[in-house]
């Protein structure tokens, strides 16, 4: 859900794709964004994400150093230039100035993906260079993704958590990083893509969820999102079912949170585990 990291990674929304190979390259920069997006987050991101979260990581320095924006423009300069070795080299310095794995995620590498966001929608950078400047991003969370879940805590019974984009929302890199947090906190997660709302409310009628958190960043998915809630609440296997939403759509327009039907919705993903906290606690109150 970008239940987002200063969330969704600031990609505007844009027409749907299927992929990097297939679909042809429009004049419009917001189409192809869209592709792009599309395929990275498809084919990418998830086979970075699940091929292995070593335990081996070295032990994260004394926390202290948030990244600055001149870090980010450092760091965008080595994914411009295809230099994956001086990108990774350049976060292992901050975090050896005291750059903790979560400072890096939400001050370093989602400022990052949306400068170049920025860049592509603005034709300042070709299609080629983007591209491969925002698959080395990838390949930077899937390094510090061992680092950021080296001192999690152990799943704590009841913190069950399923995270989806809205069925038909094509942008959902920001979960993969929410799901980083909730693991660090103890969560056990689910994050899976559902291609209709049917497929959605059939997992959460067979799987017991605390909380279910949806992800939306174009508002043409908005009545999407509000019938999704609608049917969260009859048919989970969990009466009590929390619902947060979350994403890049709430950043642009807050005011539309108060339509939507679910009990919050969050603007980065640290919120999101406080208020799917508070969910919880509240539920073990009242019951």
């Known amino acids: ?31 192809r964004v ?16 699940l091929v292995h979260r070593q335990a081996g990581a070295a ?9 600055q924006a001149d870090d980010v423009e450092r760091l965008v300069g080595f994914l411009l230039k295809g ?15 005291g750059a903790t794995p979560e400072a890096l995620l939400l001050a370093l590498l989602a400022p990052a993906a949306r400068s170049l966001g920025r860049l592509w929608e603005e034709d300042r950078c ?16 899937h390094e510090l993704s061992a680092a950021f879940q080296l001192n999690a805590e152990p799943p704590v019974d009841g913190r069950r958590i399923l995270l989806t984009a809205v069925p038909g929302e094509q942008h959902s890199f920001g979960l993969y990083m929410v799901a980083e947090f909730f693991r660090r906190a103890g969560w056990d997660v689910v994050d899976a893509r559902y ?35 609608e049917g969260l609440r009859e048919h989970s296997k969990n009466s009590a079912v929390g619902i947060i939403a979350g994403g890049p759509l709430f950043l642009l ?35």
């Open 83 to 97: 230099d994956a070795g001086g990108a990774s080299a350049f976060i292992r310095r901050l975090r050896e100035r």
């Open 34 to 49: 869209s592709v792009l997006v599309t395929t990275i987050e498809r084919d990418v991101i998830p086979r970075l994400m």
């Open 195 to 229: 291609d209709s709302n049917d497929e959605l409310l059939d997992a959460v009628a067979q799987q017991w969820f605390a909380v279910v958190g949806l992800s939306i960043a174009c508002e043409r998915w908005l009545p999407q999102l509000t019938h999704a809630v």
């Open 126 to 141: 070709d299609f080629t260079v983007v591209t491969m400047g925002l698959w080395r991003l990838q390949r930077a969370l």
């Open 253 to 287: 327009s807050p005011e539309l949170s108060d339509h939507v039907g679910a009990d919050a919705v969050a603007t980065d993903a640290r919120r999101a585990v406080e208020l799917a906290q508070e969910l919880i606690s509240l539920r073990r109150l009242s019951s």
């Open 59 to 67: 032990a994260a320095p004394a926390a202290g150093y948030a990244p």
């Open 1 to 31: 859900m970008a239940l987002p990291v200063p969330t969704g990674l600031g990609l505007e929304c844009a027409g749907e794709a299927t992929g990097l190979l297939d679909t042809p390259v429009s004049d419009s920069p917001a189409q």
